[in-house]
C-alpha cells in the first residue's frame, strides 16, 4: 500500500504533462553520454518541448484509457518521453533533429493527435515542417500568383503608354 501511495504523484505528474499535449514521442535513449543528453534536454527546452525519463510502468499507468495508449506496447527497456502541447509535430521534429546529429538514440513510437506512430511513422512525422512554416510557405504560394499578375499588368499599363507618349 504504501508503495503504491509512493508511486501515485509521480503518475499524476506524468498525467499532468499529458493533458492537454498533442503528442508524446518515447525515445529510446541507450548509448548517449551525460552531455548529449544535457544537450538535448537544452535543445527540448529551448523548443518548448517537454522531455522526461520515466518508469514505463508508471507511464504505462498514467496513459491507460488515454489517446496516447498506443505507445503502452513500446514501453520496454530504456525510453524516455518527449511531450508537445503547442505544436504537434515539435516534439517529433526537436528529437530527431538532435539524434540526426548526434548520431544517438532513437525513435520509437508516439501518439500524435491522438493518432498512434511506429518507428517510421514517427520518423515521417518529424519531416514535417511546424505550423508557422507551412503558413508562410502557404502565404507565399497564394502571394506568388497575385504578385506575378500585378507585374504583368504594370508591363502591359508602361507598354500601352509608351507609344501615346511617342504619338504625341
Do not use: H, W
Not at 529510446?28 to 544537450?39: F, K, L, P
Not at 505544436?87 to 548526434?102: C, E, G, P, S, W
Request: charged share 30%; net charge negative.
Amino acid at each position: 500500500m504504501a508503495n503504491v501511495e509512493l508511486k501515485q504523484p509521480i503518475v499524476d505528474e506524468i498525467k499532468a504533462q499529458l493533458d492537454g499535449a498533442l503528442s508524446l514521442v518515447v525515445v529510446d535513449y541507450r548509448g548517449i553520454s551525460v552531455a548529449d543528453v544535457t544537450e538535448l534536454r537544452k535543445q527540448c527546452r529551448e523548443a518548448g518541448v517537454i522531455y522526461k525519463v520515466y518508469k514505463n510502468t508508471m507511464v504505462k499507468r498514467a496513459v491507460e484509457g488515454t489517446e496516447f495508449e498506443g505507445v503502452i506496447k513500446d514501453l520496454e527497456g530504456t525510453n524516455a518521453f518527449a511531450i508537445s502541447k503547442d505544436d504537434a509535430t515539435l516534439a517529433a521534429r526537436t528529437v530527431a533533429n538532435f539524434i540526426k546529429k548526434a548520431k544517438v538514440c532513437k525513435l520509437k513510437s508516439g501518439v500524435v493527435e491522438g493518432t498512434y506512430y511506429d518507428e517510421a511513422g514517427i520518423q515521417t512525422i518529424a519531416t514535417i515542417p511546424g505550423r508557422e512554416e507551412l503558413l508562410a510557405k502557404f502565404l507565399g504560394s497564394i502571394q506568388s500568383p497575385i504578385a506575378n499578375f500585378a507585374r504583368v499588368i504594370k508591363q502591359i499599363a508602361e507598354k500601352d503608354g509608351e507609344p501615346e507618349a511617342a504619338a504625341e
